[in-house]
């Protein structure tokens, strides 16, 4: 285990904390992180999973001058009605960074965060068995933050396009349980690519009949 030190600093938190992104930052000094918490404890689901936006602050130690020693401070935090099982961020046109988060209930929500405050604008959401029927293992931002893809142990992968009212959502392909995928990113604004348990990678492409366009089957 790396010892604390200059690069390397420890950050303890109250809750189990599933996943950690980086938000883009609109100067040196604006620095946040979206952390994915889970409290075991909690008495209830629905306060129990939450997404927390962290600011990172960089102070000088008396001594060590010339060393930053950071600390976190949570500015703004969302409840989320079900644990979060995937996590990403991608800055948009306007002023707001999108974060995408999906559950292990099936839902999706996009939140807009302001990289100058951080506090959550807004937040958009698609609900639990209409995009996934279980667990969604995975999501990826598409750069610019106007879509998303999801995928998820129910054989099923999406592309959603996010409005500034709503999210809609499109069917790429289901296999209806027969195959179980756990990984997904966005390869261009037009294709992806994504993985599943014992079947490889596949390619797709959205200008083509069906969308899927290549297969790569290997025994890893």
């Known amino acids: 285990m790396a010892e604390t030190g200059e690069y390397f600093h420890r950050f303890p938190q109250s809750k189990s904390v599933d996943a950690v992104r980086w938000l883009s930052a609109v100067s040196a000094f604006d620095r946040f992180v979206a952390a994915a918490v889970h409290d075991p404890d909690a008495s209830s689901s629905a306060a129990a999973a939450a997404i927390e936006i962290h600011s990172l602050t960089l102070a000088t130690s008396p001594l060590s001058p010339n060393i930053g020693e950071p600390s976190l401070h949570v500015r703004s935090s969302w409840p989320s009605p079900s644990r979060i099982s995937a996590l990403r961020s991608s800055p948009t046109p306007h002023k707001h960074v999108a974060v995408a988060a999906a559950t292990l209930s099936g839902s999706l929500h996009v939140l807009f965060v302001d990289p100058v405050d951080g506090s959550i604008d807004s937040e958009l ?96």
């Open 125 to 220: 959401s698609i609900a639990d068995r209409s995009l996934h029927a279980g667990l969604v293992s995975a999501v990826d931002l598409l750069e610019g933050g106007r879509e998303c893809i999801t995928a998820g142990e129910d054989g099923r992968v999406n592309r959603v396009t996010i409005g500034e009212a709503r999210l809609e959502y499109r069917r790429v392909y289901d296999s209806r349980g027969l195959v179980s995928y756990t990984a997904a990113r966005w390869g261009s604004p037009m294709e992806f690519a994504t993985g599943g348990l014992g079947f490889g990678v596949q390619w797709w492409d959205q200008r083509k009949p069906g969308g899927l366009v290549s297969q790569f089957r290997c025994n890893w």
